[in-house]
């Protein structure tokens, strides 16, 4: 008689959290939540995961958080590593951005199918026992003060009522959360228009690189190398094409051709034409709803921002909502999920904006400029080093945060904490709490609860003194999204006044 499958296990009828939508950000989120000991469903309108590769690159930043999150080498094994980027125009190389120098744990981004990184996720997922509810389409929210009811539509057709403590919309540019909670995106409408495809083809571009193109027209050509011979490829339409013509091989060909790409096609395993808009939403928090990802902002491909800002925004709230379900606070720190992510998002959407309209100048004079400007100005590493530390998202910082205190000389409270010689983001894996870095070391001293001390190496215990400025002791809190939450001179009464602040 053949194995029968396990059966799944029951999903909570009373969840802490209820996450709505289950693509990487929802599952980022869920992933997190799960291991903090959270109580959390997962619900998706889709039968089956989609088998679409919309999001691809994960850069570096977001490979620290992975790692945290214990999937970083399962991403890995599937994924290509890149190591710059490439520019080019009317058919020569101008520049090359590097990532090697930036100051990070993994100085390079990786390029794996979307629908991989959601198998990760998932697995991981179910490891923590919380699996997908799928064909469960939310169509209602009832938000109240000590928690929301959720009216979704069974996969058998009939509805049922979810009750939470909080809702996290996770469903992307079209999300159903955001609609219900009356929010609208904001911003530039104009839209941008792509084709775009995942193909089998030769070219022969370095592998280990991203590679842009202007072309001598108003639009851009994009190639980023997956594993095998695959390959994405984007190709920007200018204005006026007819919407409604039909997405080919031989167009994405032909506009690959005259955007200067040199890949030859033979095979199309995903072809799609792509309009999107620049747009985020006023408020990230109502009550006890949230919204992140697509579902908060939308912008442009350029730069492959969009998946890894809506991981960074699942990996900034999950912490949060642990700490309030355990408490029963909802207030300071629950806002200062939108007061950290909001105008991160708005810097993601004015870069990527930007990247855009540097690559569809339509003045053949402001073209060879922006050209010569490139060629020279990337050949001063400074530069090279800057812009790649924006791209790879490793200048993300929270300053002048709610909920981070404290000063430093070069590592402040809001900064992401990178330590040579000591692995932070192990740590954050095997103890998902605050992490408490005592200086000097073997200090005594009693740490509050969900605080951990963090031991590291001399030569850490040095350079962090410095950067600090801690030189007569004191403690550095790291929060457990790798950020530094406090730097104080008084480790006796630090710790205490720091929760005192997420207490709100």
């Not at 909920?403 to 040579?420: E, Q, S, Y």
């Not at 215990?461 to 001179?489: F, S, W």
């Amino acid at each position: 008689m053949p194995e029968q499958p396990a059966a799944l296990p029951t999903p909570a009828p009373t969840p802490d959290v209820l996450v709505v939508g289950a693509g990487p950000v929802g599952l980022a989120l869920a992933v997190d939540l799960a291991r903090r000991g959270v109580a959390v469903r997962v619900v998706d309108t889709l039968a089956a995961p989609t088998t679409e590769s919309r999001a691809i690159v994960v850069h570096s930043r977001t490979l620290d958080h992975l790692q945290a999150l214990g999937v970083l080498d399962a991403v890995l094994e599937r994924a290509v590593v890149s190591r710059g980027m490439e520019l080019y125009a009317d058919g020569r190389r101008l520049a090359h951005v590097g990532f090697d120098g930036i100051d990070a744990v993994h100085p390079y981004s990786v390029s794996l199918l979307q629908t991989d990184t959601e198998a990760v996720l998932t697995a991981r997922l179910a490891e923590l026992g919380v699996h997908v509810e799928r064909s469960t389409t939310l169509t209602a929210l009832d938000a109240r003060d000590d928690g929301v009811v959720a009216t979704v539509t069974a996969p058998d057709g009939t509805g049922a009522t979810i009750e939470a403590a909080f809702v996290v919309g996770t469903d992307g540019a079209r999300s159903t959360v955001r609609h219900l909670l009356g929010l609208r995106l904001e911003g530039s409408f104009a839209g941008e228009d792509f084709l775009l495809g995942d193909v089998d083809g030769d070219h022969d571009y370095d592998p280990s690189c991203f590679h842009t193109f202007f072309s001598p027209g108003e639009a851009t050509g994009l190639l980023f190398p997956l594993p095998g011979d695959r390959a994405r490829v984007f190709a920007q339409l200018p204005p006026g094409v007819d919407p409604d013509r039909p997405v080919t091989v031989e167009w994405l060909q032909e506009a690959l051709d005259e955007r200067g790409v040199r890949l030859r096609v033979r095979e199309a395993h995903w072809l799609t034409r792509l309009r999107l808009k620049h747009g985020q939403v006023p408020r990230y928090r109502v009550g006890r709803v949230f919204l992140a990802g697509d579902a908060a902002h939308i912008h442009s491909p350029a730069g492959g921002l969009g998946m890894n800002t809506g991981i960074h925004d699942a990996v900034n709230l999950g912490w949060k909502l642990a700490l309030a379900v355990a408490s029963g606070r909802t207030g300071a720190l629950l806002d200062s999920y939108e007061a950290e992510r909001h105008p991160v998002g708005a810097d993601v959407i004015a870069l990527s904006t930007r990247l855009t309209r540097l690559g569809t100048l339509r003045n053949p004079v402001a073209q060879r400029v922006r050209n010569l400007v490139l060629h020279l100005g990337l050949e001063s590493t400074s530069l090279d080093e800057r812009l790649a530390a924006r791209v790879e998202q490793q200048r993300v910082r929270y300053a002048g945060s709610p909920v981070v205190a404290g000063h430093g000389r070069t590592v402040h409270p809001g900064d992401f904490l990178r330590l040579p010689r000591t692995q932070v983001a192990d740590a954050l894996a095997r103890t998902p709490g605050h992490l408490a870095v005592v200086l000097p070391r073997g200090w005594p001293l009693h740490l509050a609860e969900g605080v951990t001390e963090l031991v590291v190496t001399e030569e850490d215990e040095d350079a962090l003194t410095e950067a600090t400025g801690l030189t007569h002791g004191g403690i550095v809190v790291v929060r457990p999204d790798g950020y530094v939450g406090l730097v104080g001179d008084d480790p006796k009464t630090g710790v205490a006044q720091y929760l005192a602040l997420l207490d709100g």
